[in-house]
């Protein structure tokens, strides 16, 4: 098992930041890619942004491209997502995600583990 907790969430005006983390605990000598995906109200869960475990290489969805970034720190098990130049769009609770190889994936179903979640809001 593997188990997922993130942080960061928050309340913030369009155009702030807001960086997310992502602390992976349980079986985490076993390489994974890891993902992002966020769900607005009213609205179905949508892929964010994927990273490798393992070389660092990253695919983010066209609507956050130029915006957010996804990174990782494999010493501290932790992935992140630095999130600039929001817009009241992005207001959602976004989860970590966590799957069993080590590429990218970027369906909900490619990902074997899931965090509870951290809500964001983006004000106008």
């Known amino acids: 098992q593997v188990r997922l907790v993130e942080s960061g969430g928050g309340l913030v005006q369009a155009g702030g930041s807001l960086t997310l983390s992502c602390v992976a605990s349980?079986?985490?000598?076993?390489?994974?890619?890891m993902g992002w995906f966020r769900q607005a109200p009213g609205k179905e869960r949508e892929f964010v942004a994927t990273i490798k475990w393992t070389g660092g290489s990253t695919y983010l969805a066209d609507s956050v491209k130029g915006r957010f970034t996804i990174s990782r720190d494999n010493a501290k098990n932790t992935v992140y997502l630095q999130m600039n130049s929001l817009k009241p769009e992005d207001t959602a609770v976004y989860y970590c995600?966590?799957?069993?190889?080590?590429?990218?994936?970027?369906?909900?179903?490619?990902?074997?583990?899931w965090g509870q979640g951290t809500q964001v809001t983006v004000s106008s």
């Open positions: 995600a966590a799957r069993l190889a080590a590429g990218w994936g970027v369906r909900g179903s490619d990902y074997n583990f």
């Open positions: 349980g079986r985490t000598f076993i390489s994974y890619g």
